[in-house]
Nanobody
Framework: EVQLQASGGGLVQAGGSLRLSCAAS????????IGWFRQAPGKERVAVSC????????YYLDSVKGRFTISSDNAKNTVDLQMNSLEPEDTAVYYC???????????????WGKGTLVTVSS
């Protein structure tokens, strides 16, 4: 059974930090693109940061570059998102997701974890 279990959301003041963690099981971690998406109220779900299957540099949404860092531990099948200098605009439900196609686009993701809410107060 495929599972993506996300944790680490919460309420933080602007300028603060949170670390999200996603534990994956039930599929071969290295064969998938895996990363984080977010969906703010009334907005579409977008990729925040992701490792593609082809390797290379991680993808970051422009608005989070320099503030967020994605990391993975292939031995533990985990992918984390360190979020620093958080802004109210970062408030959203964050989802961990994996794609067998190897690219992080919402419509290409095969598996989604339950979202974790991040709320940044001003």
């Amino acid at each position: 059974e495929v599972q993506l279990q996300a944790s680490g959301g919460g309420l933080v003041q602007a300028g603060g930090s949170l670390r999200l963690s996603c534990a994956a099981s039930g599929f071969t971690f290295d064969d998938y693109a895996i990363g984080w998406f977010r969906q703010a109220p009334g907005k579409e779900r977008v990729a925040v940061s992701c490792f593609s299957r082809s390797g290379g540099s991680a993808y970051y949404l422009d608005s989070v570059k320099g503030r967020f860092t994605i990391s993975s531990d292939n031995a533990k099948n985990t992918v984390d998102l360190q979020m620093n200098s958080l802004e109210p605009e970062d408030t959203a439900v964050y989802y961990c997701a994996a794609s067998s196609v190897g690219i992080c686009e919402s419509y290409l993701m095969d598996y989604w974890g339950k979202g974790t809410l991040v709320t940044v107060s001003s």
